[in-house]
Structure formats: C-alpha cells, structure tokens
C-alpha cells in the first residue's frame, strides 16, 4: 500500500538550494551533537580518578565517590592471612595518611624494616609480583613498584557537581536539546518515510532526552541511576544521528520516488 503524505510540504519537493540548506543544518546539528559527545568524554573520563571512561565516571560527576583505597580495602579484609597484625597495622597507617606523603614513606631508608616497601616485599611479593605462580598467584595485580601501588594506595573521596551548575547546565541543555529535537523531528515527519518508523524513532529520542536528564537529579541522590544516563544519552544521540540520516537520505531522493514504497 502506497504511503499517504497529508502536508503539502515534503522535503523532496524542495529545489536544489532548499536541499542544501536544510541538510547544511542537519549536519550541523550532527556535528554539534557529536562534538558535545567527544567534550563530554575529555571532560568527564577522569572524574573518578581513573583512567577510561566508566559508570564510575557519571557517578561521580552527579553523585559523588566516596571510596577507601583497594589496598586498605583488602588489608582490612583480612588479607594476606599470614601477615603480621603489627605490619598491618603499619601498612594501614601509612595508606591513612597524608596523600602528599605517600610515595616518599613508601620506601623511606630512615623506616628500615618497617618501610611499607618492605612489608610488600617480604609479605605480597609471592603472589603479586609479575612472575608469580602458583595456585595463590595474582599476577595481574603487581605490586613490585611504586607506580604498581600508587594506583591502588589512594582513597577517593570526590563531591558531586554543585547545585547551581547541575541547574544551570539542565536549563541550557534541556533547551538547546529539545529544541534542535524538535526541529529534526518535524524535518522527519516531513520525508517520504513511514509515519511510524518515524513517529517510533521520534518517541525514543524524545524519552532518552527525559531519561538522560532527570538521570541527572535522580542519581544525585541514587548513585545506582547512573547507568539510566547513560542508557538515556544513548538513546537520544542514536535516535538524533538515526533521524539526521533519514532526512538526509531523503533529500537526496528525486521527486516523486520514496525511500520505501511500502508503509
């Protein structure tokens, strides 16, 4: 069945400079959306102090991280069993204390013995060093150097974005989003496509918008929504690129042919 069109407007039946000009926008709007994206991941990759982009990232930017170091953590886990309370005891101390001073007390000569570099070494080297074997081994953890520990010797303790950034960032993006939204949604509804493969393409972008940015405020508070941000972000900027293609493809059909023949 032939597909019924009832606006009098269709991008096909736009002349040459017309077609220019609107894919000339939605480009623009493409680009845009992918230079918001590549900004987002330099800006945000390292909030967690890690390096890579994570869901630890996103947390930390609406929620905030408040962790203790993986090596604290473990040390008062009990492990390793065999090791000593009073060089336990020592280790911890040295993790708890000031941040600045944690690679110069790491191998302090003046602590002999008692340097947390030679508590690893007698008592981690067996199992953490890189050519560890053995059914107890942990290789992939190494902890022979200083840059080996460095990265799991520091606890985090990291605020979320301030209230009236997060709301001054929500009032621009909620804007500028919906509105560009809006725009490349009415472009859409305007080609030679089918009215619900558009109209569905339409209400995923639109419900990822909504998704995305209420993720913002609901994960200040719940750390665990994080992953709706980013399930939301990918709705919206897959539906945008999704759509901008349609119109795009659709533009560059001559008059009277469609992109399908069928609805």
């Known amino acids: 069945m032939g597909i019924a069109?009832?606006?009098?407007?269709?991008?096909?039946?736009?002349?040459?400079?017309?077609?220019?000009?609107?894919?000339?926008?939605?480009?623009?709007?493409?680009?845009?959306?992918?230079?918001s994206g590549a900004y987002l991941y330099m800006h945000h990759e390292t909030r967690d102090e890690r390096p890579g982009m994570t869901l630890d990232d996103v947390k930390a930017h609406y929620h905030g991280i408040v962790t203790p170091a993986p090596l604290i953590e473990s040390l008062e886990s009990g492990h390793p069993e065999g090791l000593a309370q009073r060089d336990r005891d020592i280790l911890l101390d040295w993790l708890r204390g000031d941040p600045a001073l944690l690679s110069q007390a790491y191998d302090d000569l003046d602590l002999g013995a008692d340097a947390p570099a030679e508590i690893m070494a007698v008592s981690c080297m067996d199992c953490h060093a890189r050519s560890a074997t053995g059914p107890d081994a942990w290789p992939q953890v190494p902890l022979e150097y200083w840059d080996d520990?460095?990265?799991?010797?520091?606890?985090?303790?990291?605020?979320?974005?301030?209230?009236?950034?997060?709301?001054?960032?929500?009032?621009?993006?909620?804007?500028?989003?919906?509105?560009?939204?809006?725009?490349?949604?009415?472009?859409?509804?305007?080609?030679?496509?089918?009215?619900?493969?558009?109209?569905?393409?339409?209400?995923?972008?639109?419900?990822g918008l909504a998704v995305d940015l209420s993720g913002w405020w609901i994960t200040r508070e719940m750390a665990e929504y994080a992953i709706a941000i980013a399930i939301g972000g990918g709705m919206y900027t897959g539906g945008m690129s999704l759509l901008g293609l349609m119109v795009l493809l659709d533009l560059c059909m001559p008059r009277g042919k469609a992109p399908s023949a069928q609805s």
């Open 5 to 35: 069109h009832d606006h009098p407007l269709r991008l096909r039946s736009l002349g040459l400079f017309g077609r220019l000009g609107v894919a000339g926008f939605v480009i623009a709007a493409i680009g845009g959306a992918a230079a």
């Open 149 to 207: 520990v460095e990265a799991l010797s520091i606890s985090r303790d990291i605020q979320p974005v301030p209230l009236e950034i997060l709301a001054a960032s929500t009032h621009t993006h909620a804007l500028g989003m919906a509105s560009i939204g809006i725009a490349i949604a009415l472009l859409g509804f305007l080609t030679s496509w089918p009215r619900r493969l558009v109209g569905l393409v339409v209400g995923v972008t639109g419900l």
